[in-house]
């Protein structure tokens, strides 16, 4: 059976992302708030899934997303290959080695989580059970220093 968003924001979210956009799945313990040490800017979407503790889960969210979206690439922090081997292996096998991109865990990595088109927190505790999804669609590869450095097609 083929998976359904039945979230309507999310779905909302997922109809409405186009190329080169990008959604950040959050962790549980990903902190959103004014409080938290990198606190997250008000010009990015904040949708909270978590039902329960652990639930839905980072591999959950993210199979799902990839399923019924047009994702191509995600990007991890350059510690959870080490930290959680477990959802790193499960996006190297969902994506593609050659798809999956590590950025350095603070700062880098909270600042392209400010510029992604929403946050989606899911209840996953695990450590590092977060990944930035690309989106795109079978076309050229989106090239990363574009993503990291805010660089326009141009100029490039």
Not at 110 to 134: F, N, P, S, W
Request: charged share 25%; proline share 3%.
């Amino acid at each position: 059976m083929k998976k359904r968003i039945l979230n309507k924001r999310l779905a909302a979210i997922v109809a409405s992302i186009r190329h080169g956009e990008m959604l950040f799945i959050a962790d549980a313990g990903s902190g959103t708030s004014s409080k938290a040490l990198y606190p997250l800017t008000s010009d990015v979407e904040y949708l909270e899934l978590a039902a329960v503790t652990g639930s839905p889960s980072f591999q959950d969210v993210v199979s799902t997303l990839v399923e019924v979206g047009d994702f191509e690439g995600a990007i991890v922090t350059d510690v959870m290959k080490t930290l959680n081997c477990k959802d790193y292996s499960f996006l190297l096998e969902l994506l593609g080695k050659e798809n999956i991109h590590e950025m350095n865990y603070i700062p880098e990595y909270y600042e392209m989580r400010d510029r992604c088109k929403a946050v989606i927190q899911t209840g996953d505790y695990g450590i590092h059970a977060q990944a930035i999804l690309i989106a795109g669609y079978p076309s050229d590869d989106i090239p990363m220093d574009w993503l990291k450095n805010g660089i326009k097609r141009n100029e490039a």
